[in-house]
DNA sequence: ATGCAACCTGGAGCGCGCACCAGGTCAAGC
DNA sequence: GCTTGACCTGGTGCGCGCTCCAGGTTGCAT
């Protein structure tokens, strides 16, 4: 079983260095296997989880969310819990998807007026 | 033509007035109309500049950019460059709504990995 | 042996986008 | 005329999510 120093698996996740380590303080990363110096060595199941909490990070999860995600995820009993929380948060990131392109929707309304304006200047200046 | 007090300007835009008073502060807003004590009155105008100044905010626009735009809007020889600005965002915007819709199909994943797993020790406990 | 880079901990600092506060002014109703 | 509440300015504080720093240890390469 492979394992990653602190580099390697900020490389990895896309994570600082630093990230890693307060994640880990928060409790939002479970604790990660040391060697007998101290030094912290990644495996690869907490790759796969830094690779989850950055989907949700990227999705706009707070960070006690996620620390409940991470408490969630140390015991394998509460997987109906973690199934509820990453439902809701789909909902929650569809309604954000939803909002934007509402948005979106204006951008291009207010751009096409602008578009429309420009083109009349050039015509009268013509 | 309607002018509006600060509370109502704040419940019309649905931004705050501390908020209000930091977007004119920081040049967003151009410089409000005042009573002759010094009371600030918005117009329509302004209120149609705030109610597109949300939807830039709402879309992830960062203060500087928003600036960047309340200035150009205090000229009317800058459409061009809203116009610019505005499209430019709206790629942004695009794109975010392109991240989500991935991340949102991962969680989705997951979410059926996890009723699967359910479902296994359902009917295993059965 | 020694240099040097990567790692450790605890704690302070930071950038963003406001929110809040003190201390004073103004306007409208009683 | 006096209270009350909305408003003013200038400045400070705050919550989030990291990020950086000091001061010390470890381990590999020469």
Redesign the pocket.
């Known amino acids: 079983m492979t394992t990653y120093?602190?580099?390697?698996?900020?490389e990895r996740s896309g994570?600082?260095?630093?990230?890693?380590?307060?994640?880990?303080?928060e409790g939002i990363l479970p604790p990660?296997a040391?060697?007998?110096?101290?030094?912290?060595?990644y495996s690869d199941g907490d790759l796969a989880m830094l690779d989850f909490l950055r989907c949700l990070?990227d999705t706009?999860?707070?960070?006690?969310r996620?620390r409940r995600y991470g408490e969630l995820a140390r015991s394998d009993e509460t997987m109906p819990e973690r199934l509820a929380l990453i439902e809701e948060h789909s909902a929650i990131v569809e309604q954000q998807i939803a909002e934007l392109e509402r948005q979106r929707a204006r951008l291009e309304e207010k751009a096409a007026w602008y578009r429309e304006q420009l083109d009349g200047a050039d015509s009268q200046s013509a």
Chains 1, 2 share one sequence.
């Open positions: 120093g602190p580099a390697e698996a900020a994570f600082s260095i630093d990230t890693l380590r307060y994640y880990e303080r990660v040391r060697t007998s110096a101290g030094r912290r060595q990070r706009g999860m707070p960070i006690e996620l």
